[in-house]
């Protein structure tokens, strides 16, 4: 097996794969590394409807046609594969798998970030981070979700959508923080409670079934009650344990990067929602994934003029 590649992209999610497509239309030999399958958190949108040239689309559909078109241009997708060390001091870059080492001379980091987990010590099957991956087990059940963002109510309408008997949603602040359309349409759904200023004080779980307590920030007030499964939606961490004490970040662990993307560390550059920046979404994504594989290519064009000085 030939290890040797110009561009290497560790992350095959919409910055990663929109890289990939620059990289092997420059004729870049490009790998992608991607730890799960290609797609990222796109896979867990169901509608997409701010995506330029679709009205409407799924995100797995959107992503399986991303990753078809960088695979015809040429780059290589490796799925699957765990990353157990780097090292990106010198001009060859080293990423260390398990299915062998890599090298390139320029690597984009495009890792996205992954749900904050639930932060009790509980151990159970059923409690999930994704209900169009996990939902569908649970029709006909009661089910508790936490968080009242976007991606809470979201989620919950969807698994409505598959069929659960009856959902409670809490949300810790004093109000939902979704937007107004799906705040409504849960709102108005005879099967929804909302509990607001409302955060879990402890889970017991006995089988499939789990004994959620409940606590009121307000009034002190406790009420436990029984849910089928927990679906979790209280943040995003960005997935940097790799890169921590080479490159640079901010204190919540988002990669910096300069205009070019380019990180501290020459010839590493970072695309995506693991960058440091105010919004996160496809198009800023893949804003990134192109600037950043432009000017990877353009710092592989300058290594390779100076090599002929
Ligand atoms: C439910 C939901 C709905 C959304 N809806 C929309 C929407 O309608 N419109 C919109 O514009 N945006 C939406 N978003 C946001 C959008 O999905 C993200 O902004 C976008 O996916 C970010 O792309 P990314 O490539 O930077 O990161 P990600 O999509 O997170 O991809 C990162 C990839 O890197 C991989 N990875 C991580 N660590 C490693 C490692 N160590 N080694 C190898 N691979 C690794 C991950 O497995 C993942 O595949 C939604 C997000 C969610 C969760």
Same mark, same amino acid.
Request: include cysteine; aromatic fraction near 6%; hydrophobic fraction near 40%.
């Given at each position: 097996?030939?290890?040797? $590649?110009?561009?290497?992209?560790?992350?095959?999610?919409?910055?990663?794969?929109?890289? %990939?497509?620059?990289?092997?239309?420059?004729?870049?030999?490009?790998?992608? @590394?991607e730890r799960?399958?290609?797609?990222?958190?796109?896979?867990w949108?169901?509608?997409? *409807?701010?995506? &330029?040239?679709?009205?409407?689309?799924?995100?797995?559909?959107?992503?399986?046609?991303?990753?078809?078109?960088?695979?015809? @241009?040429?780059?290589?997708?490796?799925?699957?594969?765990?990353?157990?060390?780097?090292?990106?001091?010198?001009?060859?870059k !080293?990423?260390?798998?398990?299915?062998?080492?890599?090298?390139?001379?320029?690597?984009?980091v495009a890792?996205?970030?992954?749900?904050?987990r639930?932060?009790? *010590?509980?151990? #159970?099957?059923?409690?999930?981070? +994704?209900?169009? +991956?996990?939902? #569908?087990?649970?029709?006909?059940?009661?089910?508790?979700?936490?968080?009242?963002?976007?991606?809470?109510?979201?989620?919950?309408? $969807?698994?409505?959508?598959?069929?659960? !008997?009856?959902?409670?949603?809490?949300?810790?602040?004093?109000?939902?923080?979704?937007?107004?359309?799906?705040?409504?349409?849960?709102? %108005?759904?005879?099967?929804?409670?909302?509990?607001?200023?409302?955060?879990?004080?402890?889970?017991?779980?006995?089988?499939?079934?789990?004994?959620?307590?409940?606590?009121?920030?307000?009034?002190?007030?406790?009420?436990?009650?029984e849910?089928?499964?927990?679906?979790?939606?209280?943040?995003?961490? &960005?997935?940097?344990?790799?890169?921590?004490?080479?490159? =640079?970040?901010?204190?919540?662990? $988002?990669?910096?990067?300069? =205009?070019?993307? *380019?990180?501290?560390?020459?010839?590493?550059?970072?695309?995506?929602?693991?960058?440091?920046k105010? $919004?996160?979404?496809?198009?800023?994504?893949?804003?990134?994934?192109?600037?950043?594989? @432009?000017?990877a290519?353009?710092? @592989?064009?300058?290594?390779?003029?100076?090599?002929?000085?």
């Amino acid at each position: 097996m030939n290890s040797d $590649y110009e561009l290497i992209i560790i992350g095959g999610g919409i910055a990663g794969l929109t890289a %990939a497509i620059y990289g092997a239309r420059a004729h870049l030999k490009t790998l992608i @590394l991607e730890r799960q399958t290609c797609g990222g958190l796109a896979n867990w949108a169901v509608e997409i *409807e701010n995506f &330029p040239s679709h009205e409407k689309i799924s995100g797995i559909t959107l992503m399986e046609r991303v990753k078809t078109q960088a695979e015809k @241009l040429g780059a290589e997708i490796r799925e699957i594969v765990e990353i157990s060390a780097i090292q990106f001091n010198g001009q060859s870059k !080293r990423i260390e798998t398990d299915e062998g080492t890599f090298q390139a001379k320029a690597v984009i980091v495009a890792t996205g970030r992954e749900p904050i987990r639930l932060p009790l *010590e509980v151990d #159970s099957d059923h409690i999930h981070y +994704c209900a169009i +991956c996990d939902g #569908s087990v649970y029709r006909g059940r009661d089910v508790l979700v936490v968080g009242g963002g976007n991606s809470g109510t979201g989620d919950a309408l $969807y698994l409505l959508n598959q069929g659960v !008997r009856t959902i409670i949603l809490i949300e810790q602040m004093d109000r939902l923080l979704a937007n107004q359309a799906s705040q409504k349409a849960l709102c %108005a759904h005879p099967e929804v409670t909302i509990l607001t200023s409302t955060e879990i004080s402890g889970i017991a779980v006995k089988g499939k079934d789990h004994w959620v307590t409940l606590k009121n920030s307000r009034t002190g007030e406790t009420q436990t009650i029984e849910a089928g499964g927990i679906f979790v939606y209280i943040g995003q961490a &960005p997935q940097t344990g790799l890169f921590k004490g080479i490159l =640079e970040m901010d204190d919540q662990g $988002y990669i910096l990067g300069d =205009e070019t993307m *380019e990180t501290n560390v020459e010839g590493i550059f970072v695309a995506g929602d693991v960058r440091h920046k105010t $919004y996160r979404q496809l198009t800023t994504a893949m804003n990134d994934g192109t600037i950043a594989a @432009l000017a990877a290519e353009a710092y @592989l064009r300058s290594l390779r003029s100076d090599s002929t000085k």
